[in-house]
């Protein structure tokens, strides 16, 4: 009975440790991620300002972390607050500005009548797998690469939810926030909310994940 019992904790140990080297340790030879950063910061440098301050490198457990992590309080150039501050790589802080720019605060006036001023920042950098799950592939946030954002603060103090306003009563703030999800998919790679799955229902997920090996393929749900 006792060398039964053996081979199955045995068993369940192999079991454990093979799910974690496929999902978590695969990512460790992604080169084109420190280049990604590399590259960015050399083209498109982040200097360190009241809104923006360049971190020393997070090198966290397994494959987690980021080369040259960006702690970001606002976006641009801090006009538009942050509820906490996120940790984000360089491409993907130049990336939620300009979405800002192009997508975000056109939106905000044609719709809403106001500018955004803030968001709430509901999930950058942390070290865990895709929804959580156990076993899963790793998530763009262990790197630093993805933003999730519940909602949007305007210039005349409404707020603007992505749980409630998705499929709200008010037409404007669907129409807001249907808009500023499809200039995201021309921004970011992945771009997940309510209509990707029930994870997703109060907020939008944007990452700057490479899908292929040409980085030409986009997810947009």
């Known amino acids: 009975m006792a060398r039964i019992s053996l081979t199955v904790v045995l068993a369940t140990i192999l079991f454990v440790f093979a799910g974690c080297t496929s999902s978590r340790y695969a ?56 509820s906490t501050p996120a940790i984000l790589t360089c491409p993907m802080t130049h990336a939620v500005d300009g ?6 605060q056109p939106a905000a006036v044609r719709y809403l009548g106001a500018y955004v001023t803030g968001i709430s920042n509901m999930g950058s950098y942390v070290c865990r797998t895709r929804n959580h799950k156990f076993g899963a592939k790793m998530s763009e946030h262990a790197f630093g690469n993805a933003l999730d954002i519940g909602s949007f603060t305007l210039s005349d ?58 980085n030409s393929y986009r997810y947009c749900r």
């Open 27 to 82: 990512y460790r030879e992604q080169a084109w991620r420190k280049d990604f950063e590399a590259i960015c910061m050399a083209k498109t440098p982040i200097r360190r300002t009241s809104y923006a301050e360049p971190m020393s490198r997070i090198n966290d457990r397994g494959v987690c972390g980021v080369w040259q992590p960006i702690r970001v309080s606002a976006a641009l150039r801090g006009y538009v607050g942050f």
């Open 99 to 104: 979405w800002m720019y192009h997508s975000v």
């Open 157 to 214: 103090g409404r707020t603007i939810s992505v749980l409630n306003d998705w499929n709200g009563s008010d037409p404007a703030a669907r129409a807001f926030l249907r808009e500023v999800h499809k200039g995201a998919c021309g921004m970011f790679t992945t771009v997940l909310g309510p209509n990707a799955d029930a994870a997703h229902r109060d907020h939008f997920h944007i990452d700057l994940a490479r899908h292929n090996a040409g």
